[in-house]
């Protein structure tokens, strides 16, 4: 294949190793496999998910629980606090099909009631410490008055409580990992211990962190995992070692449109608006926005050494390599940028290009 402005590469054969790999940890779990589709985006990776036996999945939109309900899906948990600005697509939504929405606060759920033709469930998002959104695990009162308003709407289901345990992803170690999610599950169930002892047993614990369910084996009370990057893992979960390089399942391709041997440096056509600028710390120090890989067959090779994207503006990217390797770069050439964050990279992409040629729209070709 040619490349000659940015594109994004799939390998399918590492997706579909993944989602194996993950299916099969959630059933040696107990766990219900409800994987999160914001990373991939696409109908057609959504569908190697259902081959793999999964019914239920996670979505980060009502943009995004429409495209997929349009495939099919009938259990879409729309995991991100609801937007009462939105509550009229709730109509549609609801109708035919097992819909969850997330909420903190009990403000919302009249709204929801009064929208939705169709039973609801309610899930309770708890923030177990990194202060993005939920209400607080050990706030009794504030969980106490979200699960009464819900028994007292029409059509709502009270149906558990879902945590994201963000904090892994700076935990730089296995064991820094398994203290953040041994604390975090903690704090998960002494949330459901409080609603127990007030009056509202039974409800289930959702959690979903890649690093987690990547590698940590005690998921003693949870009910479901909702692990969405694992699909296509990146340049983070590779320094966080959620994954081995050979995991990673998507890259840019990008063309070298300058050298600067000088600097050690390259330019590629491959920027912010390509990669995110999202970025990661290395293990061998800085931040940087993508590892970088040369073309190998269809796809791309190993890792280049002491290599990364360092600096990103809008269209351009930088890269910073050895003298050696710098030597072997030339304007025209391709390189493979393995990025920080492949959620956001899938983001800013109409399409896939799997490595025999063939075109996959994302939710964003679909809308154009």
């Not at 992803?169 to 398994?178: D, G, I, K, V």
């Not at 073309?295 to 269809?298: H, T």
């Not at 990364?308 to 351009?316: A, F, P, Y």
């Not at 492949?342 to 399409?351: A, G, I, K, Y």
């Given at each position: 294949?040619t490349f000659?402005?940015?594109?994004l590469v799939?390998?399918e054969?590492?997706?579909?190793?993944?989602i194996n790999?993950?299916?099969a940890r959630a059933?040696?779990?107990?766990?219900r496999?409800?994987?999160?589709f914001?990373t991939?985006q696409?109908?057609?990776i959504?569908r190697?998910?259902r081959?793999?036996g999964?019914?239920a999945?996670?979505v980060?939109?009502m943009d995004?629980a429409?495209y997929?309900?349009?495939?099919?899906?009938?259990?879409?948990?729309i995991?991100?606090?609801f937007n009462v600005l939105?509550?009229e697509?709730l109509?549609r939504?609801?109708?035919g099909?097992?819909?969850g929405?997330?909420v903190e606060?009990?403000?919302?759920?009249?709204?929801i009631a009064?929208n939705?033709t169709a039973?609801?469930?309610?899930?309770?998002?708890i923030?177990v410490?990194?202060?993005r959104?939920?209400?607080?695990w050990?706030?009794?009162?504030l969980?106490?008055r979200i699960c009464?308003?819900?028994?007292?709407?029409p059509?709502l289901?009270?149906?558990?409580?879902?945590t994201h345990?963000g904090r892994t992803?700076?935990?730089?170690?296995?064991?820094?990992?398994?203290r953040?999610h041994a604390?975090?599950m903690r704090?998960?169930?002494?949330?459901?211990?409080i609603?127990d002892?007030s009056?509202f047993?039974g409800l289930e614990?959702?959690?979903g962190?890649?690093p987690?369910?990547s590698r940590?084996?005690?998921f003693?009370?949870?009910?479901?995992m909702?692990?969405g990057?694992?699909?296509?893992y990146?340049a983070?979960q590779?320094e966080?070692?959620?994954?081995r390089e050979?995991d990673?399942a998507?890259?840019v391709?990008c063309?070298?449109?300058?050298?600067h041997?000088?600097?050690?440096?390259?330019?590629?056509?491959?920027?912010?608006?390509?990669?995110?600028k999202?970025d990661?710390?290395?293990?061998?120090?800085?931040?940087?926005y993508?590892?970088?890989c040369r073309?190998?067959?269809?796809g791309?090779?190993?890792?280049?050494?002491?290599t990364?994207?360092?600096?990103?503006?809008?269209?351009?990217g930088?890269?910073?390599t050895?003298?050696?390797?710098?030597?072997?770069?030339?304007?025209g050439?391709?390189?493979?940028?393995?990025?920080?964050h492949?959620?956001?990279?899938?983001?800013?992409?109409?399409?896939y290009?799997?490595?025999d040629?063939?075109r996959?729209?994302t939710?964003h070709?679909?809308?154009?």
């Open positions: 294949m000659t402005k940015p594109t799939l390998d054969s590492r997706v579909r190793r993944n790999r993950m299916a059933r040696r779990f107990g766990l496999f409800r994987p999160h914001k991939h696409s109908w057609h959504g190697i998910f081959e793999a999964v019914t999945i996670t980060s939109s995004m429409s997929f309900a349009a495939d099919g899906w009938t259990d879409i948990l995991a991100f606090p939105e509550a697509e109509t939504l609801s109708e099909r097992t819909l929405v997330l606060s009990p403000e919302g759920l009249p709204v009064r939705a039973p609801v469930d309610v899930w309770i998002k923030n410490g990194l202060n959104a939920g209400a607080d050990n706030d009794e009162r969980l106490v009464r308003e819900t028994a007292r709407q059509r289901r009270l149906r558990g409580l879902l345990n992803y700076a935990a730089r170690t296995y064991e820094a990992l398994a953040s604390e975090a704090k998960m169930r002494r949330s459901r211990a609603l002892r009056g047993a614990i959702s959690v962190d890649t987690s369910c940590l084996d005690d003693d009370g949870a009910d479901e909702r692990p990057n694992f699909v296509l990146d983070t590779l966080l070692g959620s994954c050979n990673i998507a890259a391709a063309p070298v449109v300058s050298v041997p000088s600097r050690n440096e390259a330019i590629i056509y491959g920027g912010a608006i390509h990669l995110s999202d990661v710390l290395a293990r061998d120090g800085g931040r940087i993508g590892r970088v073309p190998r067959g269809a791309w090779g190993p890792i280049l050494a002491r990364s994207v360092t600096m990103l503006s809008q269209e351009h930088v890269i910073t050895t003298p050696s390797e710098i030597k072997r770069i030339k304007p050439d391709v390189l493979f940028v393995l990025p920080a492949s959620c956001l990279t899938v983001d800013l992409f109409p399409e290009v799997r490595l040629g063939q996959i729209p939710i070709g679909w809308c154009m």
